[in-house]
């Protein structure tokens, strides 16, 4: 997943959401001095951009999609100044800047581990301040649900009571801001404030399972299975429990979203120790058609790249 951005230009016939969304920030920069309501620009302008992520989420080249989408992101903040209180932009931007981090970012904290442990450090400390932004903006497009904002310095009990307020409509601000703080807390387990933030983020996400445990391919599954691989049994850590999620989430993506695998394989093998499972898993998605599913383009070709790094370097990860 390394690259660096490509210096070619834009092609309107290839990108057309790319190209298309800047007159948009031409509109919001005009109606603050004609009047026009702001949420009538973001409305207009939010279609497009969830559009554009449709469009970026088809890209095979992942080196491009880092450089293009930087772009998109600041459109949306533009929005997002004129009316700072949208929810679906809010919720818009955390995605953007969560799957950036995790796709882009946070992959280097472990390819430089040994080679770059400065550059390694500089890639954790980045991906932590994107998830940290997208945690803001989660927090904001959830700002409405009062009784579960007020909840999130109360007990456990007063967590769960709060998460369980919130329904099927604010389901992508819910998954979203979950997935934001548990990556930023992924990052920081030495730390214990995130340890006690991973509380609330396991409340967040068992409500995504609670309203629909198929949302984005499974995520929450996804989360539920890492986790549970990476804290230690005494901490409520489950490698069987871990396995169930995986599979779960799996067999909701139809077997074709292969980050699913590629965590599988990193998380739950590793723990175990299964060597067989580990390249069973990477091997399915080296083998995988990336145009099968043109949809999740982008997302799977990263997770070949992950598979492909993982299987060369399975020394690192295996004891024997």
């Not at 601000?173 to 992924?186: D, I, P, V």
């Not at 989360?223 to 230690?232: D, K, N, T, V």
């Not at 489950?238 to 779960?248: I, L």
Request: proline fraction near 4%; include cysteine.
């Amino acid at each position: 997943m390394e690259g660096t951005a490509l210096e070619c230009p834009v092609s309107r016939a290839r990108h057309p959401a790319v190209v298309c969304l800047f007159p948009f920030l031409g509109l919001a920069l005009a109606a603050a001095g004609c009047g026009v309501a702001p949420r009538i620009v973001a409305r207009m302008a939010g279609g497009y951009l969830e559009t554009g992520a449709e469009v970026f989420e088809q890209e095979p080249d992942p080196a491009f999609a880092e450089s293009a989408i930087p772009a998109n992101f600041k459109l949306l903040e533009v929005l997002l100044a004129r009316s700072p209180h949208d929810r679906k932009l809010n919720a818009l931007a955390a995605q953007y800047l969560g799957t950036y981090a995790q796709a882009f970012l946070e992959p280097r904290v472990e390819t430089l581990l040994y080679e770059d442990p400065d550059g390694s450090d500089r890639a954790r400390e980045r991906a932590s301040q994107f998830y940290l932004r997208g945690r803001t903006y989660g927090l904001r497009a959830l700002e409405r649900k009062r009784i579960f904002m007020e909840s999130l310095d109360g007990t456990v009990a007063d967590i769960q009571r709060g998460v369980e307020t919130i329904g099927k409509r604010d389901l992508a601000a819910l998954f979203w801001t979950a997935f934001c703080w548990g990556s930023y807390t992924n990052l920081h387990l030495e730390d214990p404030r995130s340890l006690a933030d991973s509380t609330i983020v396991v409340q967040m996400m068992a409500r995504v399972l609670d309203l629909d445990e198929s949302y984005y391919y499974g995520g929450a599954h996804i989360f539920f299975g890492a986790m549970l691989c990476r804290l230690p049994a005494q901490a409520g850590g489950d490698p069987e429990q871990s396995r169930r999620h995986f599979e779960r989430a799996i067999e909701l993506g139809q077997g074709r979203f292969l980050m699913a695998r590629v965590f599988f394989a990193r998380y739950y093998a590793v723990r175990v120790q299964d060597r067989a499972l580990w390249d069973e898993q990477l091997q399915q998605v080296l083998a995988a058609d990336l145009d099968a599913w043109p949809q999740e383009r982008l997302a799977n070709a990263m997770a070949r790249s992950r598979a492909e790094y993982y299987l060369e370097h399975a020394e690192d990860y295996f004891l024997e």
